[in-house]
């Protein structure tokens, strides 16, 4: 599953931009810092609405030769623009698939912020681009691994 885009509630993104715009001194668009600083678009909605949008592609690994898809941020948004549904492996097979999508809320699961271990390496591909979205939930940028965001509802 990747993440693609975040919503917060007023309050929340209040909040978030309030944090940011204290960290920092240059005087720029905060909905922009924002969005820099989670690596994802954020939109603001007024109802009960801390979710990140979560997207993935079915079936994965590929049905053919059984690899598991790479680069799956370019997939996903390649499968979006063309509207093809076909999906393209690492081997290059081409098979049809579904692209599912999930909310998942955030900020509110995080009960204890003490106890969780800062994660700076990511524990697939080793990579340091960790981003976090919130004390204890964080993705990485580079592969598809996440720190087991369950999605609750499906769109
Ligand atoms: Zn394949
Ligand atoms: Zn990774």
Redesign the pocket.
């Known amino acids: 599953m990747v993440p693609t885009a975040v919503v917060l509630s007023p309050e929340n993104y209040a909040e978030v931009l309030a944090e940011l715009l204290e960290t920092s001194e240059a005087e720029s668009d905060g909905a922009l810092r924002i969005e820099h600083q989670l690596a994802l678009p954020v939109s603001v909605q007024s109802e009960d609405t801390d979710i990140i949008v979560v997207k993935e592609l079915v079936p994965n690994p590929c049905p053919i030769c059984h690899h598991p898809l790479k680069f799956l941020r370019e997939l996903i948004e390649r499968f979006e623009n063309e509207e093809t549904n076909l999906i393209r492996c690492p081997l290059g097979h081409r098979y049809s698939g579904m692209m599912k999508i999930y909310h998942l809320n955030i900020f509110q699961q995080s009960e204890n912020p003490e106890t969780t271990q800062k994660v700076t390496e990511?524990p697939?591909?080793g990579?340091k681009n960790i981003q976090y979205l919130g004390p204890a939930e964080m993705f990485?940028l580079?592969?598809d691994?996440d720190s087991g965001m369950v999605a609750q509802y499906k769109v």
């Open positions: 990511c697939t591909c990579g990485c580079d592969c691994w």
